[in-house]
Nanobody, 112 residues
Framework: QVQLVESGGGLVQAGGSLRLSCAAS????????MGWFRQAPGKEREFVAS????????SYADSVRGRFTISRDNAKNTVHLQMNSLKPDDTAVYYC?????WGQGTQVTVSS
């Protein structure tokens, strides 16, 4: 079992930044890969970024590469998503993920 709780969402103007956090509990956090997904209104949930258990491997969707950075702190059982140069198209509910486990999501709204 893995429990995931996201935080850090909010309303920001285009060009601004936000930092999302995901607190994990349950299964040994330091041994599991983690990811972020997002779902915009009327659209399917899509992959945003992922990070390996030891932070050596990261992956990004083309739409966010160069603007978003995923990181983790295994000592604090947290994973972060630093989002810079935000665009209105980034507006969505952002979800933390490991395997079949999902958090409740945090809303990110980018105004133009």
């Amino acid at each position: 079992q893995v429990q995931l709780v996201e935080s850090g969402g909010g309303l920001v103007q285009a060009g601004g930044s936000l930092r999302l956090s995901c607190a994990a509990s349950g299964r040994s956090f330091s041994s599991i890969d983690m990811g972020w997904f997002r779902q915009a209104p009327g659209k399917e949930r899509e992959f945003v970024a992922s990070i390996g258990w030891n932070s050596r491997s990261t992956s990004y969707a083309d739409s966010v590469r160069g603007r978003f950075t995923i990181s983790r702190d295994n000592a604090k059982n947290t994973v972060h998503l630093q989002m810079n140069s935000l665009k209105p198209d980034d507006t969505a509910v952002y979800y933390c993920n490991h395997a079949s486990y999902w958090g409740q999501g945090t809303q990110v709204t980018v105004s133009s």
